[in-house]
């Protein structure tokens, strides 16, 4: 399946009066066509700052783009979002990239009405003006599920709900047909049941408009139930990647473990629930070695001088256009597309620990192909680096059998089971 966006190394950083915080060190992925991918981790891993320095949102000064390159696949022209001029940038924020930020109480301008605010970026994008935007806002209310949108059009922000609310910015990130739709926590403030109407709305408006769909949460739940793949984020650094079933079922990263086993479980015993020792790691220190490692309870003496690269992990399944592909069967002949993306959907892990095997991993076992650009950068005159298609790729480890690792985070078993 084609990408629609291919992140490479994305490192940010803010100059403060302590000094240099590394917020974002190295982060790469792969967004595909259609696809919904899921960003978790706690609060200061770098998901939102990730994310809002593709557009340029965050303010220079004090943050800066240290390094990396975001080549967005439009359907007319390929792209780095981050070599961009300030116009051209500004052109694809609400066109071809829609944003969907947290609270939208202080998203939403109070003086305005929610009308004039999704004719404003229909107006700047597209052609159409007065009656014909007017008519097309009203259309996107409606699409959003807001009743009696005619009417609702001239309301301020301040009469609509909190769910209602979320529904405008929906509109707003949607009323131009962008390819890609960011989603920065939009269910966080709201109730379960508005939650779920906002999943809801978000499934069915991927479906009919075919928008590939970054989702940034804290919440395992909303993962669970929306995205295709996942990303774990700490430190500013992804640290775990992979299917949604794969990655939720058997865990590879101490750091996912420990995620995962600290959600309470509807069935089951009376678990002690997973509490990961310690404290989030200081930004201010020079990334040069594993985020985790003051946490881990697996780390090595290579964990406090090493960065960890990305090995495969798990069962080694890959996922390609929503079917199963069984890369540990070596009499399954794959097509040249599967193979080449296998790299990009393969689960895999930044640790050093090996959990399948529970040991360290080989220091002369070779980490997975690096995140890349492909050829189509390079013909569009980006100047990509070489593409990790074709590289040499390592056997994918023996499949797992029992997810259920003994943890040493709080000495009882943690794992994934009935999320």
């Given at each position: 399946m084609e990408p629609v966006l291919d992140v490479r190394d994305l490192a940010v950083q803010f100059e403060t009066v302590e000094g240099t915080l590394h917020a974002v060190n190295g982060v790469s992925f792969r967004l595909r066509r259609g696809e919904t991918l899921g960003i978790v981790g706690e609060s200061g891993s770098g998901k939102s700052v990730s994310m809002m320095s593709l557009l340029r949102l965050i303010p220079e000064p004090p943050g800066k783009i240290h390094r990396g390159r975001a080549l967005f696949y439009d359907a007319a022209e390929t792209v780095d979002l981050l070599s961009l001029s300030n116009r051209r940038i500004g052109f694809l924020r609400g066109n071809r990239i829609g944003y969907i930020f947290q609270d939208p109480m202080s998203s939403l301008n109070p003086l305005l009405t929610v009308g004039i605010q999704i004719r404003e970026s229909i107006?700047?994008?597209?052609?159409?003006?007065?009656?014909?935007?007017?008519?097309?806002?009203?259309?996107?209310?409606?699409?959003?599920?807001?009743?009696?949108?005619?009417?609702?059009?001239?309301?301020?922000?301040?009469q609509f709900s909190g769910g209602m609310r979320q529904r405008v910015m929906i509109a707003i990130a949607i009323s131009c047909d962008p390819a890609i739709l960011i989603a920065d926590e939009p269910t966080?403030?709201?109730?379960?049941?508005?939650?779920?109407?906002?999943?809801?709305?978000?499934?069915?408006?991927?479906?009919?408009l075919g928008i590939s769909v970054i989702w940034i949460s804290h919440d395992l739940g909303?993962?669970?139930?929306?995205?295709?793949?996942?990303?774990?984020?700490?430190?500013?650094?992804?640290v775990e990647r992979g299917d949604v079933e794969e990655l939720f079922t058997s865990p590879r990263h101490p750091y996912t473990v420990g995620l995962l086993g600290a959600l309470p479980k509807l069935q089951g015993g009376e678990e002690q629930l997973v509490n990961i020792r310690g404290t989030p790691p200081s930004l201010f220190s020079s990334p040069t070695?594993?985020?985790?490692?003051?946490?881990?309870?697996?780390?090595?003496?290579?964990?406090?001088?090493?960065?960890?690269p990305e090995f495969f992990a798990g069962t080694g399944r890959v996922y390609l256009g929503g079917t199963e592909s069984a890369s540990t069967t070596q009499d399954t002949a794959e097509s040249p597309e599967q193979e080449a993306d296998e790299p990009f959907v393969?689960?895999?892990?930044?640790?050093?620990?090996?959990?399948?095997?529970?040991?360290?991993?080989?220091?002369?076992?070779?980490?997975?192909?690096?995140?890349?650009?492909?050829k189509a950068a390079e013909a569009a005159g980006i100047g990509a680096p070489p593409s990790a298609r074709g590289s040499a790729s390592t056997d994918p480890p023996?499949?797992?059998?029992?997810?259920?690792?003994?943890?040493?985070?709080?000495?009882?078993?943690?794992?994934?089971?009935?999320l």
């Open positions: 107006e700047r994008h597209t052609r159409l003006s007065g009656t014909q935007a007017k008519q097309r806002a009203i259309e996107l209310l409606e699409l959003v599920g807001i009743p009696s949108a005619a009417q609702r059009y001239g309301n301020y922000p301040h966080t403030a709201l109730d379960v049941t508005v939650q779920a109407q906002i999943l809801a709305l978000v499934r069915r408006l991927t479906q009919e909303v993962i669970a139930s929306l995205a295709d793949r996942v990303l774990v984020m700490y430190g500013g650094t992804v070695q594993c985020p985790f490692e003051p946490r881990c309870p697996w780390a090595f003496a290579r964990c406090k001088t090493e960065r960890p393969a689960h895999r892990a930044a640790c050093f620990h090996d959990l399948d095997r529970d040991q360290e991993r080989d220091p002369s076992e070779p980490p997975a192909p690096a995140q890349g650009a492909d023996p499949a797992h059998t029992d997810s259920r690792q003994p943890s040493r985070l709080t000495g009882d078993r943690t794992g994934a089971e009935e």
